[in-house]
């Protein structure tokens, strides 16, 4: 049974940024050209639903793929963080209250497997690389913070960064 029923509007508003957030936690990771943080937002959105999929037996994040869907938008602050480094600590902290919140009000399993899927989101928000630029012709700087705010993510999420190791879920055909 999904926690929406125990939950405020309130709380089940920060639930349904939980997706959105952990794609955000990348894509602020680096200062990234336009046309990757485009990327990288509609990556974020496609590994939401793909992701899911993979997850059906998951009744939590079923029931947040299917607001989605259905245009249930959760509310986001008029006042945002303009700085990408606090903007990044906001998303972060986010994380950590939904980590808190799932805690209290879900079954550890269920609790556990969302924010395994949320670390999913993230790994393949990751995997959209940016050119090479000026200052990193390799584009291995980039590639560094994106790790570091992968590990970020796992730690406000309260996973092992073993967990990281691993491939993430396969988004390139449907089961």
């Not at 349904?16 to 990234?32: E, R």
């Not at 805690?103 to 959209?128: D, N, S, T, Y």
Request: charged share 15%.
């Amino acid at each position: 049974m999904t926690i929406q029923t125990d939950c405020t509007a309130k709380e089940w508003d920060l639930i349904l940024q939980a997706p959105t957030l952990a794609g955000l936690v990348i894509i602020q990771a680096d200062h990234y050209s336009l046309l990757t943080i485009t990327r990288k937002t509609f990556a974020t959105l496609g590994a939401i639903m793909a992701t899911a999929q993979q997850q059906a037996g998951t009744e939590l994040i079923q029931a947040v793929a299917t607001a989605m869907r259905t245009g249930q938008a959760p509310w986001w602050p008029t006042e945002y963080p303009r700085d990408m480094v606090e903007a990044h600590q906001w998303a972060l902290g986010r994380c950590r209250q939904i980590t808190a919140l799932l805690a209290q009000k879900a079954p550890e399993a269920e609790a556990e497997a969302f924010m395994r899927w949320l670390i999913a989101i993230g790994q393949h928000v990751a995997l959209i690389a940016d050119a090479p630029g000026p200052h990193d012709p390799q584009g291995t700087e980039g590639d560094a913070r994106t790790r570091l705010a992968l590990e970020l993510l796992a730690t406000a999420l309260n996973l092992p960064l073993s967990l990281l190791a691993g491939p993430p879920l396969d988004l390139s055909a449907d089961k």
